[in-house]
């Protein structure tokens, strides 16, 4: 982690935890194009339940991402025994508040979906497929925190595994139980829940192996020192997913003013660029691993050479995939929902202006996993918080306030340019003064 060249060391970091990301993504894809086939509240549905999953990956990231990069600096500095007790304690905790917030969830889901954007004709497609969700919650948190730990440690490959079966099983089922047995969207969720609950028991067992941070309970250990450190690793990736939450949730209720079809296109278009995504933010995940361990090691050349290189690798990656989905966006959208020209027509707009700032977001990422990684607590909650929240709420809400749906349609597109004007700054300073 520390003599190898660092382009070639982040790149073994990262093709696995670029599959995986792509992997975990590509079920989605799966899950949207076979609900879409049922109808366009199906669609819909599943963007009305995004914004709980999000929350669930917030959460999951906030102890996985806090815990991996408190173990990532120990094992840089030769102490596991403070990382053993770190990956057990952010695991044990993010599973425990997922499964009493699904709980309470699944007590009130009917007023819950409607505050975050159902209507009454999605509900019926939202409510089943929101209650499998629920019930696999705990086990989709689990995987999630485990996936984080061992990618820092620098068992990408094993985590990848992981995460493959999951998502292989998931692609599986969705046509049996959707189909088959005839469940409709619920099948979808069953299928999600079923595969995540396979996924959490296999990565549970690939922790112990390759050297890597087993879970032993005995070690579980919840007191202010680990809060600390996991806050001060995960506060970044709170901020970044929790903000997806609530941007989703505004973005849901404001859509769902323009009827059912827009609440779909904007649901196929989410899942269309998290999968894009996923690319560049499987990179910059892996050069946190060589990051964390370089500057624990204190060779901040290598840590400012990956960064560089980083950056340069992901705008070259995001240039070419917002030229694609430019040029293809009906094609794309199309595949989701063929027999309605509404959600076609609003999902290609949605899609075009999202991909026409897609190249800016790999300075964005990179940044923000460099400061979080260092342990630049503040200036990487700013960033994560900019995109999500800072400029895309004003965006969302005065938008869709002064120019109803075109002001919603170029939101997140107006987000990126400003966050890319926030990030530059935070980032040269913080690489400038890094060793200082």
Not at 19 to 31: A, E, F, G, T
Request: hydrophobic share 55%; charged share 10%; proline share 4%.
């Amino acid at each position: 982690m520390t003599t190898e060249p660092v382009s070639r060391l982040i790149l073994e970091m990262a093709v696995p935890t670029i599959l995986s990301m792509l992997v975990s993504n590509i079920y989605n894809l799966v899950d949207a194009f076979f609900v879409g086939q049922i109808d366009t509240q199906a669609t819909a549905a599943l963007g009305v339940v995004f914004p709980f999953m999000a929350l669930i990956q917030a959460v999951s990231f906030f102890f996985g991402h806090g815990s991996g990069n408190y173990i990532s600096r120990q094992l840089g500095a030769r102490k596991p025994g403070e990382a053993t007790t770190m990956a057990v304690s952010g695991l044990f905790a993010s599973m425990g508040l997922v499964t009493i917030c699904s709980a309470l969830f699944m007590i009130f889901a009917r007023p819950v979906l409607m505050s975050i954007g159902s209507t009454a004709t999605i509900l019926p497609s939202a409510m089943p497929y929101f209650r499998f969700i629920l019930l696999g919650a705990p086990f989709i948190s689990g995987s999630f925190v485990l996936n984080n730990q061992m990618r820092l440690q620098g068992n990408a490959s094993l985590a990848m595994i992981g995460i493959l079966s999951g998502a292989v099983l998931n692609m599986l089922l969705d046509p049996v139980f959707i189909f088959g047995l005839g469940m409709g969207v619920a099948g979808a969720g069953l299928a999600t829940c079923l595969s995540q609950a396979i996924c959490f028991t296999i990565m549970l067992f690939m922790s112990f192996k390759s050297g890597g941070v087993g879970i032993h309970p005995k070690a579980f250990r919840l007191d202010g020192y680990i809060m600390k450190e996991i806050a001060a690793g995960g506060l970044p990736s709170l901020f970044r997913q929790g903000l997806m939450a609530v941007s989703a949730m505004c973005l849901n209720v404001c859509a769902s003013r323009y009827g059912d079809s827009a609440v779909a296109a904007f649901s196929v278009v989410g899942r269309v660029m998290n999968f894009a995504l996923a690319i560049i933010i499987g990179f910059g995940q892996g050069f946190q691993p060589m990051c964390g361990f370089n500057y624990g090691a204190k060779l901040y050349d290598r840590v400012r050479k990956g960064f560089r290189f980083g950056v340069i690798v992901g705008t070259s990656y995001c240039l070419a995939m917002a030229a694609f989905g430019l040029v293809f966006a009906p094609s794309i959208v199309k595949m989701f929902r063929a027999d309605d020209l509404e959600v076609i027509r609003i999902g290609t707009q949605v899609l075009r202006w999202q991909c026409a700032t897609f190249p800016l977001l790999a300075f964005v990422i990179m940044t923000n996993m460099y400061l979080q990684t260092t342990r630049q607590t503040v200036p990487a909650v700013i960033v994560a918080f900019a995109r999500q929240g800072l400029f895309l709420l004003p965006a969302v809400l005065l938008g869709t306030w002064l120019f109803g749906l075109p002001g919603l349609t170029v939101a997140q597109s107006i987000s990126d340019v400003c966050s890319l004007f926030l990030a530059i700054p935070l980032a040269l300073h913080a690489l400038s003064s890094m060793g200082r």
